[in-house]
């Protein structure tokens, strides 16, 4: 099993988000569409959420941004359940068949202004 972790303040995001590109290459059309149907505070903290959840899943890979998967290719959807459910697409997948890595799921926590992310992968 591997474990990753990411803390990420929304700020933060705010501040990569005022960056034309960067919505593009962070998030799937799913993730933006599913933000986009949420309050504005409620949408920050949710997209904020996704990225940080893309980027403890690419510590699970041994990889950091810019190294080979663009985020988006990470989709993090909801499950019927509610829960936040990783599918890997394109150069993703690839990454994680090379890790030796079957599933991933993460968790996502929000509080004031932090969101945390946890990823486990299994093999």
């Not at 933000?35 to 890979?61: C, I, P, T």
């Not at 996502?108 to 992968?121: F, N, P, R, Y």
Request: avoid cysteine.
């Amino acid at each position: 099993m591997r474990v990753g972790v990411d803390l990420m303040s929304i700020g933060e995001l705010e501040r990569l988000r005022a960056r034309r590109w960067f919505d593009d290459y962070a998030f799937a059309p799913v993730e933006l569409a599913a933000a986009e149907g949420l309050s504005e505070e409620r949408g920050r903290e949710f997209l904020a959420g996704r990225f940080a959840a893309k980027e403890a899943v690419l510590k699970v890979f041994r990889m950091g941004l810019f190294q080979g998967v663009a985020p988006r290719e990470i989709v993090v959807a909801r499950a019927s359940s509610g829960a936040p459910e990783v599918t890997l697409e394109g150069a993703a997948r690839t990454a994680a068949d090379a890790a030796g890595v079957r599933g991933v799921d993460v968790s996502i926590t929000h509080k004031g202004d932090l969101v945390v992310a946890v990823a486990a992968a299994w093999s």
